[in-house]
């Protein structure tokens, strides 16, 4: 990827609300592109559960490789109550992505957007601005599919391993140093465990607590999980960077949703070495579905973490440009009084992307 190269950028709307927040975002994606002179190539593949119900295939094998092969992914949301395999399980393309890519950086961003109404009283809400990165290879999720079930007990395994425990410390101590330079202020990482009772997260915080003497500059703690979830109602403000278990960060990241105005406002990154998809928190709401209610914001916050990332893989400055002021016209419309359904207002998904494009390219 040079400077002039053209990013291809691999899109899945999915079903439900999924087709209707990847259409605003790549609207707003489009405005963005002509403004920093950067090229974007989309190509929308078909995925998901209605997919599946026409043709049969949830996740074609054409679909998986050109995702595969493009530069970064954009999905939406996928599944539906009542299309389900022929085994019962539900259509998840998102999580063939997420093990078939390698994709063990779940990041999480939990900040409180300035007009949004926040779920604490205490002023200090405002402040919050913290990233969870839940790990999202193995941990409780390894032998997800394939633990024991007798008709007696049911066994899952935990697993975690040296190789990923680097990987992901490093990624969040490297998170937690840029996060330091933008803000100006004392990195931190807290990695969230419990290893006061299994050995696995004691071995986890010993892998941690290793890779932590390469990043002097960054400060690290150990938080066990249930006093994360006391702290995080309690001074979310306080925390940084927190890297975690793959099933704490699954809960965790919906009690942080909820703390800043809910899953509409819930981005998320699923990273790995070579490849990573960006895709809101959140489902794909049956209830609201074809009703253009849906509010794209955690999918316009993903969008922008996709740019920042192929920023960061070599795309160019024009698109670390094109990443902060899409993150400052979201904040900017809200600040100005936009309010969607799902916090009690009334402006839809397509009043959503006109009111950030309206503050995109305005000095
Ligand atoms: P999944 O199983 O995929 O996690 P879920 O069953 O947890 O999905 P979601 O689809 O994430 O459910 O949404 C739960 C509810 O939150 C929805 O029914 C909807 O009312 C609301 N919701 C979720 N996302 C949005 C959004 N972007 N805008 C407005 N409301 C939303
Ligand atoms: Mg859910």
Avoid at 89 to 116: C, K, S, W
Avoid at 131 to 136: A, G, H, K, M
Avoid at 164 to 180: D, I, N, P, V, W
């Amino acid at each position: 990827m040079g400077q002039s190269n053209t990013v291809r950028v691999a899109v899945l709307p999915g079903d439900g609300i999924g087709t209707e927040v990847t259409e605003a975002t790549l609207a707003v994606l489009e405005k963005l592109t002509k403004r920093h002179g950067i090229g974007i190539a989309t190509e929308v593949l078909p995925a998901g559960a209605f997919h599946y119900r026409e043709t049969g295939d949830g996740f074609p094998e054409s679909s998986f490789r050109a995702a595969e092969a493009a530069d970064a992914i954009l999905l939406g949301a996928m599944g539906w109550p009542g299309i389900r395999q022929a085994d019962g399980t539900e259509i998840a393309p998102q999580l063939d992505l997420r093990f078939r890519l390698n994709l063990y950086a779940g990041v999480r961003p939990v900040r409180a957007i300035p007009g949004v109404p926040v779920a604490l009283a205490d002023p200090r809400a405002k402040e919050i601005d913290l990233v969870l990165i839940r790990e999202s290879t193995e941990g409780l999720f390894h032998s997800r599919g394939k633990g024991l079930v007798t008709e007696d007990l049911a066994e899952e395994t935990l697993r975690i391993t040296r190789a990923t425990t680097e990987k992901l410390s490093r990624f969040a101590f490297r998170l937690a140093q840029r996060r330091g330079a933008q803000r100006g202020r004392q990195p931190r990482v807290t990695l969230v465990d419990k290893a006061n009772v299994f050995r696995a997260f004691a071995f986890m915080r010993g892998v941690f607590d290793a890779v932590a003497k390469e990043f002097p500059g960054v400060e690290s703690a150990h938080h066990y999980v249930d006093a994360m979830a006391l702290d995080l109602v309690r001074k979310p403000w306080e925390f940084d960077v927190l890297p975690t278990e793959n099933m704490f960060g699954d809960i965790l990241s919906d009690l942080g949703a909820g703390l800043v105005g809910g899953m509409g406002f819930s981005p998320s990154a699923d990273i790995g070495d070579e490849h990573a998809v960006f895709q809101p928190a959140h489902g794909t709401a049956p209830d609201i579905a074809g009703k253009g209610i849906a509010n794209p914001t955690a999918t316009l916050l993903s969008a922008s973490m996709m740019l920042d990332w192929l920023a960061m893989r070599g795309a160019g400055q024009g698109f670390a440009d094109a990443a902060g002021e899409l993150g400052s016209a979201v904040d900017a419309a809200f600040a100005a009084g936009l309010r969607t359904h799902d916090i009690g207002g009334r402006d839809d998904t397509a009043d959503v992307a006109k009111s950030v494009m309206a503050r995109i390219g305005v000095p």
